[in-house]
Structure formats: structure tokens, C-alpha cells
């Protein structure tokens, strides 16, 4: 009998922690968080009162909302703030989730805004037909995260025949295609994000700024630009029809409040049906809307995360509730429930022209860019730039292809398989010489961030100048990079070395180590080579453990070296090293280089070299440090799935067609220009003579005229 009194309590027992266990230990829900460019990190402020036991919701913090999808996707998240372009990619991308919110800014409103077309009666605008040669009055463009050129460009889009030359880019087709339909416009801001390219644009086709207030500039500060600027275009009496939004046009012409500009009864609206309908209609006719922002997760949990959205308050400020309300509604007023739940495509079919104006068709073939990846995570990462690019409406489309590696993708691009590649300091040498890319755009950073290359010692080293190296056991990152090729050119400067680097380099310095160095003529300088001394801490680690006596680096591996936590290194401290200045007056550094930068193929074409160009500085101003949105869709600069310099380095500033931060930027030594110079070598004796090397890039450029 005691014996099944006591089995009984251990039920009961067993019973009872099972219930406590899921009442106060069940799994707490995930919500993906992003922060934004605040000082005040929304994360920091506000996760951890979710910490406590009481929430029933934790935070798990990204980098960007596409990495909240892929989060969500792998199951490390359940449940995120997205925009109407971030479910699209999901959608391309096959990422399966339901919404279940809406972020709204009025309660009221179905969407976040509508866009109309506005007309002039004494235009004589009937239909779509009647809208040849007539004066177009245009938001413009300079505020693509609120406004993405696919709905900017949607009216246009509608009612001009597309144009598909093979000689003019993809924007100048779109810019020619209007010009030619429209008489007059005003079409303020950039075009193109080259400022040259858009002012040649602007020169070329006139009349899209003729009826701006000042159509020379046709700038971001015309009077006639932006949201009401293209109503003031219209009702100043400049043009015939607008592109607005909805309840501008209903300020603008006094139906809510904020003044009246302008006399209603003189205008109305140009349906997409080609019919025509008063400013005043209680049901007025919309060519395309823009959803809401969402919270979206799996559809396993979807209804258990509405209902957990459903009771947040802010009545206790103190409250894990009202701090989660916070995290999801930091730039909206009200989160309404969408009941049933709903499909991204279910969703979208309820916003008239969305999935239209995201779906019109490219000129055909389409036009590609072949971006070359050297690896699974640079390839995934270039696949969500590419969906992040289509969404926006940025083309030409690009396209990820993977190679093994650096040299293959170079290989890929001088077999015109592939357009596009990023290529490290160290490879451009090989990159010019010897498969004729050339540079299509650099990764610039302020100064202290760039690839300094500098000679290092160990500070009991007795070397303390360049000309005093000799004999020395040196330690090279690699043969034929940034730091063998500027201790080569600065030894022929100071007339130490002759023409024949391999075989004089070999002379002057004593057993060292050259990774990859030609074995035939150099024996000298891969005698000292160990199988971890590639590469920048390669070098210090051959410096650090006493094979070496110099190391040629870049200045920013120092710091690196000394933080990499790796049993195999001593743990160096930075005391322990000395860098070499030649003199006083004079930079340490022997050259300097941009991070990375992209290559392309010499015989590229000027009108593709535009097109891709502006491809890359586009994305650079969505995704890059410079972003507009309130939080980032995708981070082109910085780690990716927790993994830094994937495509690009993590402290990339921006994207620009010259290697350094400004036009105006000066630091001596480019690297570059180091490069240039090596088609000519400073001799022993001061004259100077083509280097055999270069020769043999000649002879096949010039067997190419005969």
C-alpha cells in the first residue's frame, strides 16, 4: 500500500512540474529586431525587459531585415517587421511566411500610400491616348527608400512604349523612350548616381527638365521637386498632368487640411482604365498603391504570434508588453490584425498595380551582369543583392556565378563567361598583367583603414632604414603582391636593385620567405617558408617567431595579428613591433591601396561600363553605410550570416569610380600608380628600361593588329 502511495505521489509530482515547466518554462517566441542609425540602439533599450520570465517573447538581433528572413527561414527567429519589398524577396526567393499585422501610420488607411494621376481639364486628356507630346510633371528622384523607382517609374511604365536599343544603356533607353513621348517635363533629382553621367544624360534630353524652375540644375532642390512639387509643377500651369500621391493631391486641393493651392473643379483624374473621374470621388480610380510594413513569420506559428501582438498595450510603460509594442511599432501609430492571416501572394493581390509594377518586362534579351563568387557564402550573399537589386528596380539584372577561386573567376572573365570580380590588392598586378581587366569601381575607406603596406620589425631589430635591409631574412605575404612589388619599386628608386627583381631580390636579401615565389630563379626566398606563413599574418607569424628579421605587411594586420587568438601564435603584443620610416619627412608606408575593388574586362564596352557602374553605385546608396530607410534591407558592407568581408569588406565606406573617399584626397604612394610604373625600372645606374614582364603583356595586345 506504501508502495503505491508513493508511486500515486511521484505521478502527481511528475504531473505538476510538467504543468510548471509549461507555464513558466515554455520556449519563448523569437522576434528578429534590426536596429537602425540611432544613437540609442532600439535592441539595447528595449530587449531586456523581454529577458524576464514573465515575456513571452526574446529578441535575436540582425543586421538587416533579409537577414531577419533568412533567420526566420532556418528557424533561428519566428517572427519579424518586414516592407512590402522584403516580402517580394522572400517570394523570389521561395522563403514561405504569412503576415499576420499590419504597421499602419491611420488606423483608417488600407495602405501606406495610393498614386494617382492628376490632369489638367483644359489639356483635352481623354484616355492614355491623348497623352503624347503633353507636359509631364514628375516627383523625381533622390528619395528612393520611400519611393523606389519601380513605382516612380510605374505611370511611365503604363503609357510609353519601351525603347530596347542596343547602343544606349537601360536608363538612357527609359530617359530616350520618355523624351520622345513626352513634349515638356520636369523630372528633378538623379537620374543615374554619376553625377557626370547625369548631367550628360540631362544635356542630351532637355525637354524632361524644360518645366523645371530651374531646368539647367534639375536638381533635388527644384522647386518642383518632390511629393507636392509635382502638383506645384501642375497647378503653377507648367505641366498637363501629375504624378502624386493620393493624399497629397487631396491637401494640395483642400479636401483635407493643410491649404488649399489650387481650384479643384479644374482638374481630375486620369484612370488606367482610360476613363476620367472628378478630384473630389468618394471612390477615386488608382493606378498603384504600396502596402504596409507587416510582421510576418512561418505559418506554424503564426496564429500564437498574433495573438501575443493582439494584447500588447502600453498601459504598464514598465511592461515586457509595451517594450515589445516599442520594438515593433518605433515609426507607425497602429498595428492591426489581418484576420485570416494571409499569403504574401494573397496579400499583394489586394494592392491594386503592386505585383504589376514589380513584374513589367525588360527589354529582350535581357541585359545581365555576371557577378563571379569564390565561394558558397559569397555566392549566397550575391544572390539576396541580386534580390535586393530586382525589387528596387535596379538593372541590369545581376547574376551569381561561382568559380574555386580569385584566379579562376579572373580566368572566367578573360573567357567572357563572367563580367565582374572583386580582386584584393594582391592580385591586381596579376589581374592586369595578366588577363587585361581593368578597374570598374574601388572599395574606399578613410585613410587609416587602407592597405598601407609597411615594413616591420621586431623592436629589438638593430634595422632601421630600407638601405640597410640587406642580407636580412625577409617574410612576404605572397610573390607578386602589394608588399613584394612595393619593396621591389622602392629598391629600384633608391638604385639598390636592377631590372631583374626575382633574381636581385634573391641577392639582396638573405634566406626568406616569398609564398608561391618561382622556384627556378629565387631559391634564396622560399628556403625560410613554413606552411602557415601566407598572407598578411602568415608574414608576421614567420616575423614574430624568429625566422624572420622584416616582414612587408599592411599596417591594419598588425592589430589583427595581435588580437587572433590561435594556440600556434606566441600572443605577440604591439610593443614588440617596430615599423621602418625611411626618413622623418617622408610616409612609413611604402604604398597604399584601396581595400579591394572590382575588375571588368579592358574591352568592355563605354555604354556597359555606365551600365554596370551605376548598377553598383545604386546598390551602394540602398544597401551601403549611406542607406535612407529607417532600418537597412540588406548590408552590403559589413558581416554577412556572422561572417565578415564576404564580397565586400566590412569597412567599406562607399563605392566610387576613383580609389579614394573624395576627388580631393591626397596620400602619397597609390599603389596604382606604383603599378603603372613598373612598366619602366630603375636601374643600378639611374636610366631606365621597359621590364621583360610588361613585354610579354605587349606582344599578344599588339599580335592582336596584325
Not at 625566422?547 to 600572443?571: K, R
Request: net charge negative.
Amino acid at each position: 500500500m506504501t508502495g503505491f502511495i508513493n508511486l500515486k505521489f511521484c505521478v502527481l509530482l511528475w504531473l505538476f512540474l510538467g504543468l510548471f515547466m509549461s507555464v513558466h518554462g515554455a520556449k519563448k517566441y523569437r522576434i528578429c529586431i534590426v536596429d537602425g542609425k540611432e544613437v540609442t540602439k532600439r535592441s539595447t533599450r528595449y530587449c531586456p525587459k523581454l529577458d524576464g520570465p514573465d515575456s513571452q517573447v526574446e529578441c535575436v538581433v540582425a543586421s538587416d531585415r533579409l537577414d531577419c528572413l533568412r533567420r526566420i527561414q532556418k528557424g533561428k527567429a519566428d517572427f519579424g517587421i518586414f516592407t512590402p519589398e522584403d516580402m517580394v524577396a522572400a517570394t523570389n526567393s521561395e522563403i514561405e511566411i504569412l503576415i499576420t499585422n499590419e504597421l499602419r501610420f491611420d488606423r483608417e488607411d488600407k495602405y501606406e500610400y495610393q498614386v494617382v494621376a492628376v490632369i489638367l481639364n483644359d489639356a483635352h486628356i481623354r484616355s492614355k491616348h491623348d497623352l503624347r507630346g503633353k507636359r509631364f510633371c514628375h516627383p523625381g528622384y533622390g528619395y528612393e527608400a520611400d519611393w523606389t523607382r519601380i513605382l516612380s517609374n510605374y505611370f511611365e511604365a503604363s503609357v510609353v512604349t519601351p525603347q530596347c536599343s542596343t547602343n544606349l544603356t537601360i536608363t538612357e533607353n527609359r530617359v530616350k523612350a520618355s523624351s520622345d513621348f513626352f513634349g515638356a517635363a520636369c523630372k528633378a533629382g538623379p537620374w543615374v548616381n554619376n553625377p557626370i553621367l547625369d548631367m550628360q544624360l540631362k544635356r542630351k534630353y532637355p525637354n524632361l527638365c524644360e518645366l523645371c524652375g530651374d531646368s539647367n540644375k534639375c536638381s533635388m532642390q527644384d522647386k518642383y521637386w518632390g511629393r507636392r512639387g509635382s502638383l506645384l509643377c501642375l497647378t503653377d500651369g507648367a505641366g498637363d498632368i501629375s504624378w502624386a500621391r493620393l493624399e497629397d493631391v487631396r491637401q494640395h486641393f483642400g479636401f483635407t487640411l493643410g491649404g488649399q493651392e489650387a481650384t479643384p473643379e479644374d482638374y481630375s483624374l486620369l484612370c488606367p482604365d482610360n476613363t476620367i473621374m472628378p478630384l473630389n470621388s468618394s471612390n477615386p480610380c488608382i493606378w498603384v498603391v504600396k502596402p504596409w510594413s507587416v510582421v510576418a513569420t512561418k505559418r506554424s506559428k503564426a496564429q500564437d504570434i498574433q495573438a501575443i501582438i493582439d494584447q500588447l498595450d502600453h498601459r504598464d510603460p514598465n511592461s515586457w508588453k509595451s517594450h515589445l509594442l516599442s520594438l515593433i511599432e518605433p515609426a507607425y501609430l497602429s498595428v492591426e490584425s489581418i484576420k485570416p492571416v494571409l499569403s504574401i501572394e494573397t496579400y499583394f493581390h489586394q494592392a491594386k498595380g503592386f505585383l504589376n509594377a514589380n513584374s513589367f518586362s525588360a527589354c529582350h534579351p535581357p541585359r545581365t551582369i555576371r557577378f563571379c563568387t569564390t565561394s558558397n557564402i559569397e555566392t549566397a550573399k550575391c544572390s539576396w543583392l541580386r534580390e535586393s537589386a530586382a525589387v528596387y528596380g535596379i538593372e541590369p539584372d545581376l547574376d551569381c556565378l561561382k568559380a574555386d577561386n580569385t584566379t579562376h573567376c579572373m580566368m572566367a572573365l578573360n573567357d567572357n563567361v563572367a563580367d565582374v570580380v572583386m580582386v584584393s590588392p594582391d592580385l591586381l598586378h596579376s589581374a592586369k598583367r595578366d588577363y587585361n581587366l581593368t578597374t570598374l569601381f574601388y572599395e574606399t575607406v578613410a585613410d587609416a583603414k587602407k592597405y598601407l603596406t609597411v615594413a616591420v620589425t621586431r623592436k629589438d631589430s638593430k634595422l632601421n632604414s630600407i638601405d640597410n635591409l640587406r642580407g636580412a631574412k625577409a617574410c612576404f605575404p605572397s610573390y607578386d603582391g602589394v608588399a613584394w612589388n612595393s619593396i621591389a619599386y622602392t629598391l629600384q628608386k633608391m638604385h639598390i636593385i636592377g631590372c631583374s627583381v626575382n633574381i636581385e631580390m634573391a641577392n639582396f636579401f638573405g634566406p626568406s620567405c616569398v609564398p608561391n615565389i618561382p622556384k627556378n630563379e629565387s631559391d634564396n626566398l622560399w628556403k625560410q617558408c613554413q606552411s602557415d606563413f601566407d598572407g598578411d599574418q602568415g608574414a608576421l607569424h614567420c616575423l614574430s617567431s624568429g625566422v624572420g628579421d622584416v616582414a612587408f605587411v599592411s599596417m591594419n594586420s598588425i592589430s589583427q595579428f595581435i588580437n587572433v587568438e590561435n594556440l600556434d601564435y606566441p600572443g605577440p603584443r604591439e610593443e614588440n613591433f617596430k615599423i621602418i620610416c625611411q626618413d622623418k619627412n617622408l610616409p612609413c608606408h611604402l604604398s597604399w591601396a584601396p581595400l579591394g575593388q572590382a575588375m571588368i574586362r579592358s574591352s568592355s564596352s563605354n555604354m556597359w561600363i555606365k551600365d554596370t557602374l551605376d548598377v553598383f553605385l545604386q546598390l551602394d546608396g540602398l544597401f551601403g553605410k549611406s542607406y535612407k530607410d529607417l532600418t537597412n534591407a540588406f548590408t552590403m558592407f559589413g558581416r554577412y550570416d556572422s561572417v565578415s568581408d564576404v564580397l565586400f569588406h566590412d569597412g567599406t565606406e562607399k563605392l566610387r569610380d576613383v580609389p579614394t573617399v573624395k576627388n580631393t584626397d591626397i596620400m602619397d604612394l597609390p599603389y596604382n600608380s606604383i603599378l603603372e610604373r613598373t612598366r619602366f625600372c630603375y636601374s643600378e645606374n639611374g636610366s631606365r628600361k621597359i621590364t621583360f614582364d610588361i613585354l610579354l603583356v605587349l606582344v599578344p595586345i599588339f599580335s592582336l593588329f596584325y
